[in-house]
């Protein structure tokens, strides 16, 4: 349904030409609820995105940790320091990630 006069966004205050239905700034509806706006307004919903500098860094070491436990893990040899040491990166980094998330959740 394209709306047949100048509109404004109701999401993120964009004036948008007759004739469309969608917002040409944040692709919102020309005609949505309140709940669509205040997601709309919040932006991207992915952990990463809402994460300031700090957690960022801390998100990113975190996943480089995992995979580099699960590499020294998988390519571990008869001495098992090797071994351990992986399995350590692993399990801690998998925590402090899980701790992120859930605390993000709760947000």
């Known amino acids: 349904m394209a709306i ?25 509806g ?8 205040q997601t709309q307004a919040a932006g991207p919903s992915s952990v990463l995105a809402r994460a300031n500098g700090a957690k960022k860094f801390l998100i990113v070491s975190s996943l480089i940790a995992f995979i580099a436990g699960l590499a020294m893990e998988r390519a571990s040899i008869p001495p098992m ?9 692993m399990v801690v980094s998998g925590i402090l990630l899980a701790l992120m998330a859930a605390q993000q959740s709760r947000k």
Request: net charge positive.
């Open 4 to 28: 047949g006069y100048n509109w404004t966004c109701t999401a993120c205050g964009a004036t948008n030409a007759a004739g469309t239905n969608r917002c040409g700034t944040c692709g919102g």
């Open 81 to 89: 320091t090797i071994w351990y040491v992986g399995v350590g990166l």
């Open 30 to 37: 020309a005609v949505i609820s309140a709940a669509q706006i």
